[in-house]
């Protein structure tokens, strides 16, 4: 059945698994510690073209034109890795996707539960490289991202969200909603996104 297949590809902590996409062979599989260097992410495209985004303006939600392109420096890589680092070292979760051995997407969950009778665990990334996305690699991602959160004692993934408009059509699609309760060092950092929940 669905249900056995389901769990026989997000049993937990999700394993080694590959899953046909097209005609690719994908791998999917947590990243240990010593990966993480700046060669891992040499086939990575992070490009985004962003044209609209939501935008909260006097309590309603609306899309807004804002063109930029967002991609990652140098220095952004540095912090990314040792971002994966700490939450690894922490005892977090960081799964990706391989196509051909090079690294095309991945997806990180911190360990600490907050926002108290909430219960949230906090998504703190999920990337896929500009050349693989709209091929369901995200959904996988974030499958296993629910999966791990789910078994590691949290009742909805918090996440601080991009809020370009196809970004949020992704987190949308995935059953995220408006988070009962802001994270304020989020909103803080990022003042521009959009502070998601999505139940377990």
């Known amino acids: 059945s669905m249900m ?5 590809i997000f049993r937990s902590p999700p394993q080694r698994k590959t899953l046909r996409n097209g005609g690719k062979m994908i791998e999917y ?17 992070r490009r985004q073209v962003v044209t609209k985004c939501w935008r909260r303006e006097k309590n309603e939600w609306c899309i807004k034109d804002d063109p930029f392109i967002d991609d990652w420096s140098e220095e952004d890589y540095k912090t990314l890795i040792s971002c994966l680092r700490n939450t690894i070292a922490a ?4 799964y990706a996707a391989f196509d051909n051995t090079v690294l095309k997407g991945f997806v990180s969950v911190e360990p600490d539960l907050f926002g108290g009778s909430q219960c949230y665990l906090d998504l703190s990334s999920i990337h896929i490289s500009e050349d693989m996305r709209s091929k369901g690699i995200g959904t996988v991602l974030f499958l296993a991202a629910k999966e791990w959160a789910r078994d590691h004692g949290a009742k909805k993934l918090y996440i601080s969200a991009h809020s370009a408009v196809e ?4 987190y949308k699609k995935m059953g995220c909603v408006e988070a009962a309760v802001y994270h304020q060092e989020h909103v803080e950092r990022e003042p521009y996104d959009c502070q998601l929940e999505c139940p377990l």
């Open 29 to 45: 599989r947590n990243i240990q510690a010593g990966e993480l260097n700046r060669e891992l992410f040499g086939g990575f495209i």
């Open 167 to 170: 970004s949020q059509a992704f």
């Open 4 to 8: 056995a297949e389901r769990n026989l």
């Open 91 to 94: 005892g977090g979760f960081v």
